[in-house]
């Protein structure tokens, strides 16, 4: 099957199996080896990109289901200016540790942050709840968004 | 001040950063385990499915090793690969690769075994409770202090805790790339792994004297381990290097989650049978005697280890009189299991911090008050003799007590529950953990440690310790600019390689930062005397030509750390890590849950080299506990079992407790161990925090509706 669909702002079209999944094009097909896989059954948000407006997981979206959709993965939104703000949160905090389900957290924690930054850790910890990670704990990772929210808040992306 | 930022950090957010999953050379071939699904028996027959090419597979069994079938371990007993005995659930059977992922699988899952069953036991209780199950050594600690005891007014209390299995749950499964390389005659391994050197003998194990090199280097990025990449990757190495050895092609596995959770090591479950006698004036306990046991698994591996590290352990604290405390491991047909954060010491923790609690509770007075009356103070011994030479765990609980109003909330909690159907509980736990490993075992570990210092003005470290997640390669080139003061991009480590790195032992143990950053801090200060420099930086420039210069430097034991293995008498660790905790839980009655509401933890790991990195590893350590304490199990008692994150339930975002973490007594010189002792105390606070709330006593974990339902149902508040 002809697949066409926008992968970090651009188009590209594939000829390949319409029930192969979203997680294994991307990484074996698109080498966006962001994407990571993890559990495979959607538990975890190690996979997660976004699809048209929404994160989603990756191992659990067919191919066919991308057609004349957009997706971005991490590559390209650790180039937006929401998306490099979010970094150096990151970064500041040392929210990062073994970073294997990070590129996830990046897509899920991006979105919010696109959408309705609001420094309330309860409304944060709603948005990263699909996202599993074994190391953090999460605090720094609340710790990162609440300091990003009130960055955006403050005006440091024009 | 802020703290330095980690050197990865980036790297990992753009997906820049490899793991072992992101490696593929040309030509690599995707391998496959194939394993025993029933508990005990024997394998009859292997049939393969019809309609394929066999010949475009390569399949590796036990009969084409060309070295030893035995995984090097403490104990030599587990094979790489079964034959046609079966001891336990997830044995490997077969390793089979293939070009094509899809092709492999359809294969894999055609693969046919029958079996002959026999009776096997997986019930954890029945083999933790049943002596016929012990294998191994019994171990023995044994202590009586001088003091004169006075027995007129005492208590008796026996009580048995157990623990289940946990599963690591490193987000990174299990994966291993072999590469062979004939014109050389050298396996090149990568995989995600704690300790390199381990892997390299279970490759030279496997292979014998069938390649004349093997080099083991890590994959870039190690996601996560927390013990689970100890020492399953020997196991998984050696069938990945068989096969590419077999095939001439690289071979690269990567477990899915399903088969990581089913065959991968766990944490050890336990019972720990608790009998001790406590003067009802003074509320001294002044005898105690401890059972401690864990079920190894199907091979004893290296639970003796963490036997040890258990019964070392298991009076945590306190100082008691007379302590005797007997360790045995016992024998189950279910995976082997290995090492996890805290290595023997949570379940002993846990148990003793409960008991506490209880015996507080029959002696009516508040359990901050017994552990007041019972803790180690300077000039204390531990059971192993060792002596006490600081009064920090009173400083530890203090602050606690301070900090989260303890006492205070005591009361106000029970008021508060006299009026209210939801409850709300406060509970206390002390904890410790010894760095380093065990006893002698940092003399004969021998570890080395280098460091380049290139014409470039670049200083490269070179440890085995590998970069997990836990900050270590950041906060290690801290410890070697505390004295070579150079800017932080010029000092880095480099990915541990065996060929290139000395064995600066296993990441394990807590003790990266503890030995081997002293041992490279050390290093670095001999290189400034060495030199003689006052600026590294301007003594390059002006002396480029005599680099690159490399300096090595091996761990001198402290000559008075004595310690006798067969009596458990001496210095068995030497220096221990402190905590206190303070859970504060709600409990709603109708649907029989906990909240966990929030958690304080007073910490002393002496000094903080990244104070950002430190707390990010005990919030992470703190959690684990949690999951373990109200979730996480793994119920390996007949079909169906796990079938991947779905059916184990992993700490989220929502589940956490708002938190606090201090650290004291930060002033000192040393770095002490940091990694597990954030897994070994706050299980205990929550099943004390349970207690006071609700009355309800709950001695095994988890903490789930369905226990504590079934505990009220039972009527045994």
């Keep these: ?158 | 001040m802020k703290s330095q930022r980690r050197k990865d950090a980036f790297a990992k957010l753009t997906g820049k950063c490899r793991f072992l999953d992101d490696y593929s050379p040309p030509e690599t071939l995707h391998g496959y385990l194939v394993y025993t699904t029933i508990d005990r028996g024997w394998i009859r027959k292997i049939n393969f499915p019809a309609g394929f090419d066999i010949n475009e597979f390569t399949i590796v069994s036990e009969s084409d090793i060309p070295g030893k079938n035995i995984v090097p371990e403490p104990v030599n007993d587990q094979p790489f690969m079964t034959g046609d005995i079966v001891e336990h659930f997830g044995q490997v059977v077969l390793g089979i690769a293939h070009p094509d992922k899809e092709i492999l699988k359809n294969f894999i899952s055609q693969v046919n075994i029958e079996y002959e069953k026999r009776d096997a036991v997986t019930d954890t209780k029945e083999c933790l409770d049943n002596e016929k199950y012990q294998f191994g050594e019994t171990m023995h600690l044994k202590h009586k202090s001088p003091n004169t005891m006075n027995f007129r007014h005492f208590l008796k209390w026996q009580q048995i805790f157990y623990t289940q299995h946990q599963e690591q749950a490193y987000l990174e499964p299990q994966g291993m790339l072999a590469e062979y390389d004939r014109e050389i005659e050298e396996m090149k391994i990568t995989g995600t792994m704690q300790c390199p050197f381990f892997v390299k003998t279970a490759v030279e194990n496997i292979l014998g004297t069938a390649v004349k090199n093997v080099v083991v280097e890590t994959s870039e990025g190690i996601g996560g381990a927390f013990g689970g990449k100890e020492d399953f990757p020997n196991l998984l190495a050696g069938i990945t290097a068989l096969l590419a050895w077999k095939a001439k092609k690289p071979v690269k596995i990567v477990l899915d989650r399903k088969d990581d959770l089913l065959i991968t090591t766990n944490r050890h479950p336990s019972r720990v049978d608790i009998n001790a006698i406590v003067n009802t004036k003074t509320h001294q306990i002044s005898k105690i005697d401890i059972d401690y046991r864990i079920d190894a698994g199907g091979f004893q591996t290296l639970s003796p280890v963490v036997l040890h590290r258990g019964i070392l352990h298991a009076t945590g604290v306190y100082n008691i009189a007379e302590v005797v405390i007997k360790g045995a491991l016992h024998h189950s047909n279910t995976p082997s299991n290995g090492a996890f954060r805290g290595f023997g010491a949570p379940q002993a923790i846990f148990a003793i911090e409960s008991y506490i609690d209880t015996l507080a509770q029959k002696l009516g007075i508040s359990p901050l008050k017994l552990r007041e009356n019972n803790i180690l103070r300077k000039g204390d011994q531990f059971p192993s003799s060792q002596l006490v030479k600081e009064d920090h765990i009173n400083d530890c609980l203090q602050r606690i007590a301070k900090i989260s109003e303890y006492e205070q909330k005591l009361k106000d909690f029970t008021e508060y529950n006299k009026h209210n159907r939801t409850k709300k509980g406060i509970g206390i736990a002390l904890g410790l953990h010894g760095g380093g490993y065990t006893g002698n075992g940092e003399k004969q570990l021998n570890s080395k440690v280098k460091i380049t210092v290139e014409n470039t003005g670049d200083v490269n470290i070179y440890v085995a310790n590998v970069e997990m997640g836990q900050g270590a390669h950041t906060t290690l080139t801290q410890m070697v600019n505390s004295v070579l003061k150079l800017p932080a991009e010029k000092v880095n480590v480099i990915v541990p390689n065996t060929s290139k790195t000395p064995n600066s032992g296993p990441t394990v143990a807590s003790r990266t930062i503890y030995i081997v950053g002293a041992l490279l801090q050390k290093l670095a200060e001999r290189i400034k005397f060495e030199l003689g420099f006052i600026d590294l930086q301007k003594y390059i420039e002006e002396n480029r030509e005599s680099f690159p210069m490399t300096f090595e430097e091996t761990f001198m034991p402290d000559p008075a750390d004595a310690f006798d293995d067969k009596t458990n008498q001496g210095v068995a660790y030497h220096d221990f890590s402190l905590a206190a905790c303070v859970v504060e839980i709600s409990y709603e009655p109708d649907l029989y849950q906990i909240k966990l509401e929030k958690c304080w933890n007073v910490l002393d790991i002496g000094k903080v080299i990244n104070d950002s990195i430190a707390r990010g590893q005990v919030y992470g350590g703190v959690v684990q506990a949690l999951g373990w304490a109200v979730s996480e199990d793994i119920y390996k008692k007949g079909y169906p079992r796990l079938s991947g994150f779905t059916d184990y339930t992993l700490p989220a975002a929502l589940d956490i407790p708002e938190m606090t973490v201090e650290f004291i007594h930060t002033d000192s010189k040393v770095a002490k161990g940091l990694g597990e002792i954030p897994m070994n105390y706050p299980a205990p606070a929550v099943r004390n925090a349970l207690l006071m709330a609700t009355g309800i006593t709950i001695d095994e974990l988890p903490l789930t509706p369905e226990k504590i339902y079934a505990q009220v149902k039972r009527g045994k508040l």
Excluded at chain 1, 11 to 23: E, N, Q, S, Y
Excluded at chain 1, 68 to 76: F, P, R, Y
């Design chain 1, 1 to 158: 099957m002809i697949i066409s669909f926008k992968l970090n702002n651009e188009a590209v079209t594939i000829t390949t199996d319409p029930m192969r999944r979203l997680l294994d094009v991307l990484r074996e097909d698109m080498k966006m080896k962001s994407v990571k896989e993890s559990c495979g059954e959607g538990e975890c948000g190690a996979c997660t990109v976004m699809l048209g407006n929404k994160p989603v997981t990756s191992c659990l979206v067919n191919i066919a289901q991308v057609e004349g959709k957009e997706v971005l993965t991490a590559e390209a939104i650790s180039e937006t200016p929401i998306g490099k703000l979010l970094i150096d949160c990151f970064e500041e905090t040392n929210a990062v540790q073994c970073g294997f389900c990070f590129t996830g957290f990046l897509v899920s924690c991006w979105h919010y942050l696109t959408t309705n930054p609001v420094d309330d850790v309860d409304a944060i910890k709603h948005a990263i709840s699909g996202n599993i990670c074994r190391c953090t704990g999460y605090v720094k990772i609340i710790e990162a968004m609440q300091l990003a929210c009130r960055r955006i808040n403050e005006g440091a992306i024009s």
